[in-house]
């Protein structure tokens, strides 16, 4: 999120000497984390180890948290005038730098659904609550294009499956418009509720669609970590860290109510709605992928 702050030194040339006004990216940061605060404050479960239900509660309290940040940005015209040129300058410009980096093996992941005949209806998708998607897919378009050829992927097929994948995130509105983006954040993903909302279905009977495995990082993964067949939580840490690490990202949830166990643990079979997988990388996902594909 903080990268897209570098955006506003791109397109004040072709703005008007008042959106010199425009605040600091800092300054929404910093709002945010009043609000947040100010929130917690009133709203915080009273006691330390909570249960899902008063968990999900609290999470889905902190909607009004970023809905109150995005009307902010939106409010403050910082991104008007913006175009998707601008957003592929500070994707380019981060990945060079480093500030950006793509988790180890994503394009071996990503691979799978481009040649493997026996997941020709299965589908990868992404689903954030970050904006933009117009980030997110020229992230990864310029990535695709970093790939070494020494690992064996036809990047002009990867580049046109990211170009047309399903990508469930927030969006700044107008960048490909003729007059540029009119400043405004549009999309309602903004809490763990409303990322579960958009995932698919795993109500059904098991036979009669695909499994669903969910890989996500933080707290608004959470719905869907417990929703999904397989949920996969991602923590870059030792493995005797990886508990310590998953209650402070969870924090209030009591430790008994869903617990992470090593991807190299894995039975083969769905995992229960108190449990999710650890793993530290997209390449011990991708490893598990095919081993359940063999089974």
């Known amino acids: 999120m903080s990268l897209l702050g570098n955006v506003h030194n791109l397109r004040t040339t072709r703005l008007p000497p008042q959106s010199a006004k425009v605040p600091d990216w800092s300054t929404f940061f910093d709002a945010y984390l009043r609000d947040y605060q100010a929130h917690k404050r009133l709203h915080y479960p009273a006691t330390a180890h909570v249960d899902h239900s008063a968990y999900s509660s609290w999470l889905e309290s902190l909607g009004v948290v970023e809905r109150a940040s995005a009307q902010r940005v939106s409010d403050s015209g910082f991104f ?3 175009t998707k040129q601008h957003i592929q300058h ?5 990945l060079d730098s480093g500030n950006l980096e793509l988790r180890g093996c994503w394009h071996a992941l990503f691979a799978m659904f481009l040649f493997d005949e026996a997941r020709a209806t299965d589908r ?12 997110i897919r020229l992230a990864l378009q310029a990535a695709a294009s970093r790939v070494p050829s020494t690992v064996g992927i036809d990047t002009t097929a990867l580049s046109a499956f990211i170009d047309h994948m399903v990508i469930n995130a927030n969006e700044i509105d107008g960048l490909d418009s ?8 549009t999309g309602n993903i903004r ?8 995932m698919p279905d ?3 009977p098991i036979d009669q669609r695909s499994l669903v495995v969910y890989v996500g990082d933080s707290a608004t993964d959470y719905e869907c970590l417990r929703a999904a067949d397989i949920g996969i ?13 998953f209650s402070e990202v969870f924090k209030p949830l009591a430790s008994d109510v869903f617990l992470p166990v090593p991807i190299t643990d894995f039975k083969g079979h ?11 990388d997209l390449g011990s996902v991708t490893q598990m992928l095919h081993a359940l594909s063999t089974v």
């Open 80 to 82: 008007k005038g913006t």
């Open 90 to 94: 500070v994707v380019q410009e981060a």
């Open 124 to 135: 990868l998708e992404i689903l954030s609550v970050n904006f933009s998607t117009t980030f």
């Open 178 to 185: 003729l007059d540029a983006s009119s400043g405004c954040l």
């Open 191 to 198: 809490t763990a509720r409303n990322k579960l909302a958009r």
């Open 202 to 204: 795993t109500q059904m």
């Open 233 to 245: 939580w991602m923590c870059d840490c030792a493995e005797g860290e990886y508990k310590r690490k």
């Open 270 to 280: 769905r995992t229960k709605a108190q449990t999710c997988l650890w793993t530290t």
